[in-house]
């Protein structure tokens, strides 16, 4: 059974015994699909900000060679020296680190920071290259007036179609304006129409160009979400939801690798639960391993705890940063809940189950390793199951 198979299928199963559940949880497609956006969004802002580090610099390159082989400095000193300025200022602002992503609206914040600072700079160089254009003071400089329109324009379609809408919009502020001044010029009508013809491969080129990385971008979402589906398989039981053995292990190991004190573990066992399934059938049986699944998951809420399914019908748990009295009290809890919950029956009857708890905190100056607690906690499950079942029993 996979993990999406088994979400939808406690979902199902939970609906027929009365318990008191948390609210309607995420389902685990839905979570992977908010994974594939979060993946995907994270990967278009690494995307736009590499190819948009360098770029910056060349409008400012690009302006000093139409100053320098002009008069337009002579006429224009502060003019011409504050636009520099401000071309390197939004050349500078590309290089900004970027904060940690942890969501949607921080990935979405910083591409729309990025773009803002590649939208304002296209529409920055559109104008100074109309201004250029129309004034005689530049007129010397006029084949690098249209060279510097020409090839950023081409840059900025093919390097920032990361998103095709805003490559539009940047490409059109800065080719529509000269194309406006080529018209109102009216000196050369070959020209103008040569740069219809660039505009119109400029508007393919973004087409392409968008195309190609939005296949590439959704090969690679596709292939880190099957890579972080399968991690999850391999964490977390089928059909508890919990995490499995192996994951809680490895967290268990590290909890008590530091041999200080501060973690406790619980062990559960659901009582007679072989009785439920002759009895009932295996269906019920799967109703009672969701429903203890989820009054564990309770149990640990606002805890720094790990619920798990260990096997069967058993189920552990561990909890940092507690003391034993404190996970006394959680396993108290969880009993209580498992005593309270009534399982319903196609036929409307009812039954209910009950659970052995073994409970310790682990001690450096008594346990060895993770093993050493584990051995004393389970010794003193089976003692609560010796005593009667149905209650819990603390090795301190």
């Known amino acids: 059974m996979s993990f999406a198979e088994g979400a939808m299928r406690r979902e199902s199963l939970s609906t027929g015994h009365n318990l008191r559940m948390n609210p309607p949880r995420m389902t685990t497609i839905t979570a992977l699909r908010r994974a594939a956006t979060l993946v995907s969004l994270r990967q278009r802002v690494a995307d736009l900000r590499e190819r948009s580090l360098l770029g910056g610099l060349f409008y400012v390159f690009s302006w000093g060679l139409i100053v320098a082989f002009s008069d337009g400095f002579e006429i224009y000193p502060r003019t011409t020296v504050s636009a520099g300025l401000l071309l390197l200022a939004l050349a500078a602002l590309r290089f900004l680190p970027e904060s940690t992503l942890p969501n949607e609206q921080a990935a979405a914040r910083a591409q729309n920071r990025i773009w803002t600072v590649l939208i304002c700079t296209a529409a920055l160089w559109g104008a100074l290259m109309v201004w250029a254009w129309l004034d005689p003071a530049f007129a010397e400089a006029r084949a690098l007036i249209l060279l510097g329109v ?235 199951k010796e005593g009667g079942r149905n209650r819990v029993v603390s090795i301190n």
């Open 150 to 384: 020409v090839s950023l324009a081409t840059a900025f379609a093919q390097i920032f179609a990361v998103g095709r809408k805003l490559a539009f919009l940047g490409t059109a502020l800065m080719v529509l304006p000269m194309l406006g001044a080529l018209v109102y010029s009216v000196e050369n009508i070959g020209l103008l129409l040569m740069m219809a013809v660039n505009s119109l491969y400029l508007v393919g080129v973004i087409f392409r160009s968008n195309a190609e990385y939005e296949s590439r971008l959704a090969l690679e979402v596709e292939l880190r979400t099957e890579r972080d589906r399968y991690v999850r398989l391999s964490r977390l039981d089928a059909l508890s939801g919990l995490a499995n053995r192996g994951h809680f292990q490895t967290v268990f190991d590290a909890a008590t690798a530091a041999h200080e004190s501060g973690a406790v573990l619980l062990v559960l066992d659901v009582d007679r639960f072989k009785l439920v399934n002759d009895r009932y059938g295996h269906s019920a049986g799967d109703r009672v391993i969701i429903g203890v699944g989820e009054a564990l998951r309770e149990c640990l809420q606002g805890l720094d705890g790990l619920p798990a399914r260990l096997g069967g019908e058993e189920f552990g748990a561990v909890i940092r940063g507690v003391d034993a009295s404190r996970g006394l009290a959680v396993a108290e809890d969880l009993r209580r809940r498992v005593n309270a919950m009534n399982f319903t029956l196609a036929d409307g009857s009812e039954f209910r189950v009950t659970a052995s708890i073994g409970v310790g905190a682990f001690d450096p100056q008594r346990h060895r390793d993770s093993d050493a607690l584990y051995r004393e906690v389970d010794a003193a499950l089976y003692r609560a």
